[in-house]
Nanobody
Framework: QVQLVESGGGLVQAGGSLRLSCAATGRVFSINAMGWYRQAPEKQRELVAAITSAGSTNYADSVKGRFTISRDNAKNTVYLQMNSLKPEDTAVYYC???????????????WGQGTLVTISS
């Protein structure tokens, strides 16, 4: 069984910082693209940040300059450093990754269970 285990969510004051982690577990050979998504109540799920296997990154306009996505391939983990947090950042954050699970290079797309981030005014 391959899974993505998320951690780091919680309640913080506006202007504060938080770091989310997402680790792949199970029999995984490697990880391709990884990303963070978020979904607020009554809102659509949106892409927050993504990072390729080569380290190229992409961010939603709403978080540029405040959030940083990174990965540690040795630990099969992706991080999301969130600074200058705003109330509108409040949402459930989900990680997503393509996990290579076969010698031939076959992969499966997996979602994390989600971690709640709440920003108070």
């Amino acid at each position: 069984q391959v899974q993505l285990v998320e951690s780091g969510g919680g309640l913080v004051q506006a202007g504060g910082s938080l770091r989310l982690s997402c680790a792949a577990t199970g029999r995984v050979f490697s990880i391709n693209a990884m990303g963070w998504y978020r979904q607020a109540p009554e809102k659509q799920r949106e892409l927050v940040a993504a990072i390729t296997s080569a380290g190229s990154t992409n961010y939603a306009d709403s978080v540029k300059g405040r959030f940083t996505i990174s990965r540690d391939n040795a630990k099969n983990t992706v991080y999301l450093q969130m600074n200058s947090l705003k109330p509108e950042d409040t949402a459930v954050y989900y990680c997503n990754a393509r996990l290579v699970v076969t010698v031939e290079g076959g992969y499966v797309a997996v979602w994390g269970q989600g971690t709640l981030v709440t920003i108070s005014s």
